[in-house]
């Protein structure tokens, strides 16, 4: 008799194993459909026994679950990667492309002319001019008689009061050729004038300065200034510049800044004199709180003195204003740079762990 072939040993008939693929260096899709193709090429070459073969069938049956399951995974993966980046993303850009909406901001400021818009106006250091004459224009509340004695020379003029009688008051505030101009372009203004003639006679005056954009009134006064007068506002905006206009159609806008400096938020920002500056006030706070504002009037221009919590402020050349309120990220790093270094780092973090999910999926 023949010698019979012995039978297939049980190693021989095992399909392979996942794990016999998982030494090489190969993506778990790689792997799957190579151990798919084993186990396939073990079931060809086992046809004769049906017990190796119903082995293999089965085995195939769960790596292709396997590899559906991989699939679902590769694409659960790549969702989370994707979500990852765009939050982190999202994140980074609002930190750096969204302004506070106000900022504490200080500022010091001389120039030739400013416009204001005041809550209050008060004298806190009367101003004296010697040899002055004084041009009252516009609705001022005084008569003919009186704006003629003081467009006359007088020894000395002083402003001893100002008192703002309208809720909002705009004016313009100008120092030019030895002489100071004061133009209400909108609201009411109470100004006292105390003079003394050559004769030495001694006389008080009160205007009330009524004003709009359309009929401005206006107070000039010229002389030598023995005592520049200090005015505090409560401020609710400020632009520094210099307007000329050359018809109704036709203005001009000048830098008007002698010398100045802002600090906005922590950070400091030297002006120069081709600078025009827009600041407005915190209107989300009560009128009385709005800032501190000090007003003088020395003999060659304006100055202004504030301090208040601003929502907006622009400098830069009259054709290039740029926003200067501070991003989120800015104030971020000026106020916890400790915390913005960590913060940082959790970003790059679940950035590169998003980004890994999907390269990898």
Same mark, same amino acid.
């Given at each position: 008799?023949?010698?019979?072939?012995?039978?297939?040993?049980?190693?021989?008939?095992?399909?392979?194993?996942?794990?016999?693929?998982?030494?090489?260096?190969?993506?778990? *899709?790689?792997?799957?459909?190579?151990? @798919?193709?084993?186990?396939?090429?073990?079931?060809?070459?086992?046809?004769?026994?049906?017990?190796?073969?119903?082995?293999?069938?089965?085995?195939?049956?769960?790596?292709?679950?396997?590899?559906?399951? *991989?699939?679902?995974?590769?694409?659960?993966?790549?969702?989370?990667?994707?979500?990852?980046?765009?939050?982190?993303?999202?994140?980074?850009?609002?930190?750096?492309?969204?302004?506070?909406?106000?900022?504490?901001?200080?500022?010091?400021?001389?120039?030739?002319?400013?416009?204001?818009?005041?809550?209050?106006?008060?004298?806190?250091?009367?101003?004296?001019?010697?040899?002055?004459?004084?041009?009252?224009?516009?609705?001022?509340?005084?008569?003919?008689?009186?704006?003629?004695?003081?467009?006359?020379?007088?020894?000395?003029?002083?402003?001893?009061?100002?008192?703002?009688?309208?809720?909002?008051?705009?004016?313009?505030?100008?120092? /030019?050729?030895?002489?100071?101009?004061?133009?209400? @372009?909108?609201?009411?203004?109470?100004?006292?004038?105390?003079?003394?003639?050559?004769?030495?006679?001694?006389?008080?005056?009160?205007?009330?300065?009524?004003?709009?954009?359309?009929?401005?009134?206006?107070?000039?006064?010229?002389?030598?200034?023995?005592?520049?007068?200090?005015?505090?506002?409560?401020?609710?905006?400020?632009?520094?510049?210099?307007?000329?206009?050359?018809?109704?159609?036709?203005?001009?806008?000048?830098?008007?800044?002698?010398?100045?400096?802002?600090?906005?938020?922590?950070?400091?920002?030297?002006?120069?004199?081709?600078?025009?500056?827009?600041?407005?006030?915190?209107?989300?706070?009560?009128?009385?709180? @709005?800032?501190?504002?000090?007003?003088?009037?020395?003999?060659?221009?304006?100055?202004?003195?504030? *301090?208040?919590?601003?929502?907006?402020?622009?400098?830069?050349?009259?054709? /290039?204003?740029?926003?200067?309120?501070?991003?989120?990220?800015? *104030?971020?790093?000026?106020?916890?740079?400790?915390?913005?270094?960590?913060?940082?780092?959790?970003?790059?973090?679940?950035?590169?762990?998003?980004?890994?999910?999907?390269?990898?999926?």
């Amino acid at each position: 008799m023949e010698a019979l072939d012995p039978p297939p040993s049980r190693a021989e008939s095992t399909p392979a194993t996942p794990s016999s693929f998982a030494s090489k260096n190969l993506s778990p *899709s790689d792997q799957i459909a190579a151990a @798919k193709s084993t186990a396939i090429a073990s079931a060809m070459s086992v046809l004769d026994n049906p017990d190796a073969l119903s082995s293999a069938q089965k085995h195939l049956e769960s790596l292709s679950k396997l590899e559906a399951l *991989s699939g679902v995974t590769r694409r659960r993966d790549t969702i989370h990667g994707a979500a990852i980046l765009a939050v982190v993303l999202a994140a980074v850009g609002l930190a750096i492309g969204v302004k506070l909406e106000h900022v504490p901001a200080a500022a010091s400021i001389t120039a030739r002319e400013l416009v204001v818009t005041t809550a209050s106006v008060l004298v806190r250091a009367p101003g004296t001019y010697l040899n002055a004459r004084t041009v009252v224009g516009g609705d001022s509340g005084v008569d003919a008689g009186t704006r003629r004695t003081l467009a006359e020379q007088q020894a000395s003029l002083s402003i001893t009061e100002m008192r703002q009688t309208s809720d909002s008051l705009r004016t313009m505030l100008r120092q /030019d050729s030895g002489c100071h101009y004061l133009v209400v @372009k909108a609201g009411s203004l109470v100004v006292g004038l105390s003079f003394n003639t050559a004769q030495g006679v001694a006389t008080a005056a009160e205007l009330v300065l009524r004003g709009s954009d359309a009929k401005p009134a206006s107070l000039t006064i010229c002389g030598e200034v023995a005592q520049p007068a200090s005015v505090a506002a409560g401020l609710l905006d400020l632009t520094v510049e210099q307007r000329l206009n050359h018809g109704v159609l036709a203005t001009e806008v000048l830098p008007s800044i002698l010398s100045g400096e802002l600090d906005v938020g922590g950070r400091h920002i030297q002006l120069t004199p081709l600078d025009v500056v827009f600041i407005r006030i915190d209107r989300d706070k009560n009128l009385a709180n @709005k800032s501190a504002a000090m007003l003088d009037f020395p003999s060659t221009s304006v100055t202004v003195r504030l *301090s208040a919590s601003v929502s907006d402020i622009k400098v830069g050349a009259v054709h /290039d204003r740029k926003d200067r309120m501070p991003s989120i990220l800015e *104030s971020l790093s000026r106020d916890s740079p400790l915390g913005t270094v960590y913060s940082s780092v959790l970003v790059a973090f679940a950035f590169l762990w998003g980004l890994r999910k999907v390269l990898v999926a």
